[in-house]
């Protein structure tokens, strides 16, 4: 595998879980492999766990990992071709990318949705420049679209926590007061289809998905019902997609905060959060803190998708 931007190109999910396992079990195997290799791990948002735990699974495999966050030190990047630089940006993306490629042998890039043209985010726009014009290979930390890391870390989550052979997994949107991307979403419902999972989408009207990611999901747009028998309920929240909409905050419901009643409907089901997470607008305090949270053996999984990950590419070196 030479460039990750989608839970798909890992192939077979059980798989790909299957060495995850062993990665878990056997953390520093590899410590030759990244010798004297270079990550540049580039963020153009913030991060606290893709930075932190993809710079451990680099450290396990032995590499050396620089990172940058463009907004702290570095030149402000002009992202569009054929604008006149006479603005508050001193520096190209055609040019900022390659020279950054000269640097390292291995580049992550966090890039989220912008909202301000659908096309440019659904097409990738900055993570396939980066494909195309480092030379290196390239994983996403968070594309426009997707986030295959974080989906990965869940599936390898439900694996360790599944009591039956097939659970049923709800993702539930909930309010947020910003807008914010499909990625989480989106790479999730992807990687259900991966899974023989009983997968159901929980939203109010208007929250739909791209459709290429709900594929053959169940939508249920009664969240009670939705949440009737999960055994794991995945709680995220994202801003519209479809049309005029597209990323604009469509409701703040705080009816769909995930508290206790809703979680008595499930069947005594984990509760998982990527994270960062508002607290008492996803998901109430009593809800998070309990014994059936999972979202900190989630977060530590993080470091393990990263690593599995990373080694994949380092093999393809
Ligand atoms: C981001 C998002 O929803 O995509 C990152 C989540 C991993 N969340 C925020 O910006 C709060
Ligand atoms: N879940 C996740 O990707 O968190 P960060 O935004 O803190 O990296």
Redo the contacts with the bound molecule.
Sequence with gaps: MRHFTSILQLGDIREAVRKAMYVKAHPFDDQSLGRNKTLLMLFF??SL??RLSTQKAAMNLGMNVMVLGVNQGAWKLETERGVVMDGDKPEHLLEAIPVMGCYCDVIGVRS?ARFENKEDDYGEKILEQFIRYSGKPVFSM?AATR?PL?TFADIITIEEYRKKDRPKVVMTWAPHP?A??Q??PNSFAEGMQMTDYEFVITHPHGYELDPSFVGTARVEYDQDKALEGADFVYA???AAYEGENYGKVLSMDRSWTVDSRKMALTDNAYFMH???VRRNMIVSDEVIESPQSIVIPEAANRVVSAQTVLKEILESL
């Design positions: 948002n913030s766990r893709t989220f968070e986030h974080q910003k914010l991307p990625a989480v995220k929240n994202w990527c994270l960062p």
